[in-house]
């Protein structure tokens, strides 16, 4: 029998709520021997929530050879420091989007895990719901024909409070606004779908709905890998916060992605619908959604460790949607 591979969760904040729950589903392949925080209050608050042992001593964590991989889900500002400890002690890592700060932080983590030789991969999971898997298949097969037009919509909402957390919305701790931090899933999805080429146009402004060093609102125009037109517009100010949408025209059909629901209408008259699993998170419950895509995720990430392979979403597949982010931002500052 298989050894159990021994886990360490690092950074106990929201995030750590749907990442913990599918290493409880997940107890047959992998042991949860160490829950972290640099809070002795969270720690506590978080050991009434789930049976894992808690402490605040990193290094002694690290030290354990009973652990065979992190889960870093320590704020973006962190990423690349705490990664790299891990890593640099022998630990394969999975860390919370997005990479890191800026692109150039990001690079470095990337650079780090490849010498390292340690697995690595991000926790991005829109890839996994089954909605998103099936139209990826359908655009790979070629069900959908030749792609001819796409569109992102991010319409979703976050109240001022959210914002007065200290960091939150910052450059120091978030590393940006509404893109980087609440879009890059429908936005890494969606490059991972029909690619991206180039950005045409951007604009990006702070609405008077938030007081945020960041940008609440962006729009932009782009262009797909094949040089069809795609629109995106994201927004975390559309009260009271809407399910992300995906749309692609092809040549032989039509796919709406709405949250977790996928309807394909094809030209020959055939539909397919693929149902929701359940909310996204888009309102100002920022964890109102399951926890199965992220269970997919680590599920990924542990065949990946024990098959000896990439993750589906790599350190450079993270770094491709961050730095789209930054070229998006770019156009939308010389606009």
């Not at 962190?78 to 022998?90: F, K, N, T, W």
């Not at 914002?163 to 450059?171: A, F, H, I, S």
């Not at 109102?288 to 990430?301: G, M, Q, S």
């Not at 990439?310 to 982010?325: F, I, K, N, Y």
Request: hydrophobic share 40%.
């Amino acid at each position: 029998m298989t050894r159990k591979l021994g886990i360490a969760v690092i950074g106990l904040g929201p995030a750590s709520l749907p990442h913990s729950k599918s290493l409880l589903d997940l107890a047959d392949r992998a042991e949860t021997r160490w829950a972290v925080s640099r809070t002795p209050d969270r720690a506590k608050a978080y050991a009434g929530q789930f049976p894992f042992p808690t402490t605040t001593d990193l290094d002694a964590v690290l030290a354990d050879p009973a652990v065979d991989a992190c889960i870093v889900l320590t704020p973006p500002s962190s990423h690349l420091d705490v990664s790299a400890l891990c890593l640099e002690a022998g630990k394969h890592v999975l860390v919370e989007k997005p990479l890191e700060l800026t692109s150039e932080r990001g690079q470095r983590l990337v650079d780090t895990a490849r010498r390292t030789g340690r697995t690595f991969g991000v926790t991005l999971q829109h890839r996994f719901r089954p909605a998103s898997l099936r139209l990826k298949a359908a655009l790979q097969s070629g069900e959908l024909g030749t792609i001819e037009a796409a569109f992102l919509s991010v319409p979703w909402w976050r109240p001022q409070s959210y914002y007065d957390e200290p960091g939150r919305g910052t450059l120091g701790r978030d590393g940006g606004g509404v893109l980087l931090t609440q879009a890059i899933h429908s936005l890494d999805l969606f490059r991972s779908l029909v690619g991206v080429s180039k950005v045409v146009a951007a604009q990006a402004r702070t609405t008077a709905l938030h007081r945020m060093e960041t940008e609440d609102y962006v729009s932009a125009l782009l262009e797909t890998a094949n040089g069809a037109p795609a629109t995106l517009v994201t927004t975390t100010a559309a009260y009271p916060g809407y399910p992300e949408r995906i749309e692609i025209t092809g040549t032989k059909g039509f796919a709406a992605l709405i949250g977790g629901r996928l309807r394909l209408a094809f030209l020959d008259g055939r539909e397919e619908i693929v149902e929701a699993e359940g909310s996204t998170g888009s309102g100002a419950n920022i964890m109102d959604f399951p926890h199965d895509a992220h269970r997919a995720v680590i599920a990924d990430f542990l065949d990946a460790i024990a098959q000896g392979r990439d993750p589906v979403v790599t350190g450079e597949e993270a770094l491709a949607s961050q730095r789209l982010v930054d070229d998006i931002l770019k156009a939308a500052r010389l606009a």
